[in-house]
Nanobody
Framework: QLQASGGGLVQAGGSLKLSCTASGGTFSSYWMGWFRQAPGKERELVVS????????FTAESVAGRFTISRGNVKKMVYLQMNSLKPEDTAVYYC???????????????WGQGTQVTVSS
């Protein structure tokens, strides 16, 4: 089970940090990632990280602004979002996968979403 938190309302240029807590299963066996879905758009993969943190995927739209990290002991994954833009407004979901979590990978598990709203 994945539980996301940390969303909210922020002004453009601001920062937010999302957290996702995992329970059950072997957290360190999974790739972890963050997806987002804006109104009227498809859900898209934003960032992901491998089991040991050694490999990462970052979507071009957030490169240089968003960073994913994980703590396997605490079974948590984080999304640090800086220099936020109005187009980053979306519901953000954490997810896990037993194989590399890339754009075309279907996650094994989803967390509930957390709303991020960036005002201009």
């Amino acid at each position: 089970q994945l539980q996301a938190s940390g969303g909210g309302l922020v002004q453009a240029g601001g920062s937010l940090k999302l957290s996702c807590t995992a329970s059950g299963g072997t957290f360190s066996s999974y790739w972890m990632g963050w997806f987002r879905q804006a109104p009227g758009k498809e859900r898209e993969l934003v960032v992901s990280v491998s089991q040991n943190g050694g490999s990462k995927f970052t979507a071009e739209s957030v490169a240089g602004r968003f960073t994913i990290s994980r703590g396997n002991v605490k079974k948590m994954v984080y999304l640090q979002m800086n220099s936020l833009k109005p187009e980053d407004t979306a519901v953000y979901y954490c997810a896990s996968a037993t194989r590399a979590l890339l754009r075309t990978t279907a996650p094994n598990y989803w967390g509930q979403g957390t709303q991020v709203t960036v005002s201009s």
